[in-house]
């Protein structure tokens, strides 16, 4: 009897101790469902700023390599020794300047011989034409002297020729680069002296895309740099060719730098390009950073102010067709209005819908600059 008893109480207790758990992991479930249902969500701090309109300043980027006006490099036209060096490297020289003498020692006594032949064959023309003159002299006889003095003035200049080949002349006025021969050293026809360049006013070639090349046109203003934020060198269109190349689909322009004094530019030198289109008022744009692309499509968070509390505002996914990029701003055709507040900051925390918090006092311009206390 009192065993029967036992295995009742224990019985009744375990089923008391299972009924216990089911309860309190029923009202703990439940407990939890209702802490997070009350629970609100923080507000995520962003950065934000007005969609606005503002006057868009198109162009056309490329690159391109800048090339003097007028450059050369310099060869000798005739073979010889040379005797005199007459500039040093980064002198300016002016046109017709001697920069190299060869040497035409032998030449120069060639020519002394040439015109005391022309002063014989001379006289002997002025003999002729007297004698023919008076009767005493056959047409063969005057013919012969005629065509002696023709031949001694052939020489004469031939010679001259030699000597002025001897003595390389600045064709242009420029800058003059490193001597590239020494003194005493024998010549070949054709060999290099120095590079001539005239860098006061430079050409650059570039091109740009056949979709492109309609917007192109003679005496357009364009602005060159090394990079894309220091654009401060002007130019202008001066050539445009009418043939694309059906290999790379782009078209050949060139551009002069008018004043290049200062040689700001050199030869040879890689540029950033921007031809300056005409400017278009009233065009909506955004930061650049406002902007997320999707496999959906290109789609930005805007901050509206929460119906439910005053005071606050909640993010809204917006979709929205991007058109043009230029610098830091992206031109927006359609999906937000002008004065709507565009997050621009933090939207990798963000979801539809979610409290979001605005602050402004980091400047995202400054950051990228690194210039952000």
Same mark, same amino acid.
């Given at each position: 009897?009192? $065993?029967?008893? +036992?295995?009742?109480?224990?019985?009744?207790?375990?089923?008391?101790?299972?009924?216990?758990? +089911?309860?309190?992991?029923?009202? $703990?479930?439940?407990?939890?469902?209702?802490?997070?249902?009350?629970?609100? /969500?923080?507000?995520?701090?962003?950065?934000?700023?007005?969609?606005?309109?503002?006057?868009?300043?198109?162009?056309?980027?490329?690159?391109?390599?800048?090339?003097? %006006?007028?450059? @050369?490099?310099? &060869?000798? %036209?005739?073979?010889?020794?040379?005797?005199?060096?007459?500039?040093?490297?980064?002198?300016?020289?002016?046109?017709?300047?001697?920069?190299?003498?060869?040497?035409?020692?032998? %030449? !120069?006594?060639?020519?002394?011989?040439?015109?005391?032949?022309?002063?014989?064959? %001379?006289?002997?023309?002025?003999?002729?034409?007297?004698?023919?003159?008076?009767?005493? *002299?056959?047409?063969?006889?005057? =013919?012969?002297?005629?065509? #002696?003095?023709?031949?001694?003035?052939?020489?004469? #200049?031939?010679?001259?020729?030699?000597?002025?080949?001897?003595?390389? *002349?600045?064709?242009?006025?420029?800058?003059?680069?490193?001597?590239?021969?020494?003194?005493?050293?024998?010549?070949?026809?054709?060999?290099?002296?120095?590079?001539?360049?005239?860098?006061?006013?430079?050409? @650059?070639?570039?091109?740009?895309?056949?979709?492109?090349?309609? /917007?192109?046109?003679? =005496?357009?203003?364009? !602005?060159?740099?090394?990079?894309?934020?220091?654009?401060?060198?002007?130019?202008?269109?001066?050539?445009?060719? &009418?043939?694309?190349?059906? #290999?790379?689909?782009?078209?050949? @322009?060139?551009?002069?730098?008018? =004043?290049?004094?200062?040689?700001?530019?050199?030869?040879?030198?890689?540029?950033?390009?921007?031809?300056?289109?005409?400017?278009?008022?009233?065009?909506?744009? @955004?930061? #650049?950073?406002?902007?997320?692309?999707?496999?959906?499509?290109?789609?930005?968070?805007?901050?509206?102010?929460?119906?439910?509390?005053?005071?606050?505002?909640?993010?809204?996914?917006?979709?929205?067709?991007?058109? $043009?990029?230029?610098? $830091?701003?992206?031109?927006?055709?359609?999906?937000?209005?002008?004065?709507?507040?565009?997050?621009?900051?933090?939207?990798?925390?963000?979801?539809?819908?979610? &409290?979001?918090?605005?602050? *402004?006092?980091? =400047?995202?311009?400054?950051?990228?600059?690194?210039?952000?206390?």
């Amino acid at each position: 009897m009192k $065993r029967r008893i +036992v295995v009742s109480l224990v019985f009744l207790l375990a089923v008391g101790l299972c009924a216990g758990l +089911v309860w309190f992991n029923f009202f $703990r479930d439940r407990m939890i469902v209702q802490f997070f249902a009350g629970m609100k /969500r923080p507000a995520q701090v962003v950065s934000a700023v007005d969609a606005s309109t503002r006057e868009w300043a198109p162009g056309i980027g490329a690159i391109g390599t800048a090339r003097a %006006e007028f450059g @050369v490099q310099l &060869p000798v %036209e005739i073979a010889g020794v040379v005797r005199e060096i007459r500039f040093k490297a980064n002198d300016r020289v002016n046109k017709g300047d001697v920069l190299v003498q060869l040497d035409d020692r032998i %030449e !120069r006594a060639d020519l002394v011989d040439a015109d005391a032949a022309v002063k014989l064959a %001379e006289a002997n023309l002025d003999r002729a034409t007297t004698l023919k003159t008076r009767g005493f *002299n056959t047409e063969t006889s005057y =013919d012969q002297a005629v065509a #002696q003095l023709a031949t001694a003035r052939s020489r004469l #200049q031939r010679i001259q020729a030699i000597i002025d080949q001897k003595a390389l *002349n600045a064709p242009f006025a420029g800058i003059i680069g490193i001597p590239r021969i020494d003194p005493g050293q024998y010549l070949q026809a054709g060999t290099t002296v120095a590079t001539l360049q005239n860098l006061d006013t430079m050409k @650059v070639d570039f091109t740009v895309p056949e979709q492109a090349a309609a /917007r192109v046109k003679l =005496d357009q203003p364009v !602005r060159f740099g090394t990079t894309e934020n220091d654009l401060s060198v002007s130019g202008h269109i001066t050539g445009i060719d &009418p043939r694309i190349d059906p #290999q790379s689909r782009l078209v050949s @322009v060139r551009a002069v730098i008018d =004043d290049n004094k200062s040689a700001n530019v050199q030869p040879g030198q890689f540029l950033r390009v921007r031809i300056d289109l005409p400017a278009e008022p009233n065009i909506l744009t @955004v930061p #650049q950073t406002a902007v997320v692309s999707s496999l959906y499509g290109d789609y930005v968070f805007v901050a509206e102010p929460d119906p439910a509390n005053a005071g606050q505002f909640v993010a809204r996914q917006v979709f929205v067709k991007v058109g $043009r990029r230029e610098g $830091r701003d992206a031109e927006i055709l359609s999906g937000v209005e002008q004065g709507q507040k565009v997050v621009v900051s933090g939207q990798n925390k963000l979801q539809a819908g979610a &409290p979001v918090k605005i602050d *402004n006092s980091i =400047d995202l311009s400054k950051v990228a600059s690194g210039t952000q206390d």
